[in-house]
């Protein structure tokens, strides 16, 4: 069972448009993660979110948590082709420990 | 350089013979855990370590096993491989358990070929 899910799945756009890529799930988490991945390297954070209704800005990227913090959405502002990647959303679960849940991700490529 | 490091990077192997690959990490972290990737399923849990002696199972233990005998190791081995073992392979350490605060930092990883 897929707990988190990603939209779109993949996405290619021309250089200077902007974009946003969603994360939702039935499940309510104490904070999420956004981690970009790129071919042949393991995923790096970009942020991480805790309040519901948080929103975080990291230079061309905003990140918004849902009020009820079970989504997230992340949108980029003229996009570059530095910004190729895929883009993971990861939510921690309260169990014995923060579990974290990774979604499927979202395949970006920004076309010079 | 602070890091997390694996080994080896491409591995392919026949089905049922036994196969580590190892993790190190130098950033004096408390967990450490082993994903795997596969196409649409995003990174799946496979163990994971709390802390030197501390192990439990992830989503997907089986047909893995893992030791932590020491902080900074943490290797994953598989003892019996099988094709629908072929993916791609995440080490990750983090400072402490609370992963939700605290961010992960990934290995390179490792693509694993059983056939």
């Known amino acids: 069972t897929q707990l988190l899910e990603q939209s779109p799945q993949f996405l290619s756009i021309q250089e200077g448009e902007n974009l946003t890529v969603y994360c939702n799930s039935s499940s309510v988490f104490s904070s999420l993660q956004w981690y970009r991945q790129e071919p042949g390297e393991g995923p790096v954070l970009l942020v991480t979110?805790?309040?519901?209704?948080e929103v975080k800005k990291l230079k061309r990227l905003t990140f918004q948590f849902g009020d009820a913090r079970k989504d997230s959405s992340l949108h980029i502002t003229a996009a570059q082709p530095g910004d190729t990647g895929l883009y993971l959303c990861?939510?921690?679960?309260?169990?014995?420990?923060?579990?974290?849940?990774f979604g499927p991700g979202t395949s970006l490529s920004v076309i010079p | 350089e602070a890091q997390v490091t694996q080994n080896p990077r491409y591995l392919i192997t026949v089905t049922g013979k036994k196969l580590t690959v190892t993790c190190s990490q130098n950033m004096n972290h408390e967990y450490m855990s082993w994903y795997r990737q596969d196409p649409g399923l995003g990174l799946r849990q496979i163990y994971y370590s709390m802390n030197v002696e501390v192990t439990d199972k992830g989503d997907v233990p089986e047909g893995y096993k893992v030791s932590r005998k020491e902080k900074r190791n943490f290797p994953l081995i598989l003892e019996s491989p099988s094709p629908n073992q072929t993916s791609l392979y995440f080490c990750?350490?983090?400072?402490?358990?609370?992963?939700?605060?605290?961010?992960?930092?990934f290995g390179p990883g490792t693509r694993l070929t059983v056939t």
């Open positions: 990861a939510g921690a679960l309260k169990t014995s420990y923060d579990k974290v849940i």
């Open positions: 990750a350490s983090s400072l402490y358990g609370s992963l939700g605060a605290y961010e992960q930092y």
């Open positions: 979110v805790v309040t519901g209704g």
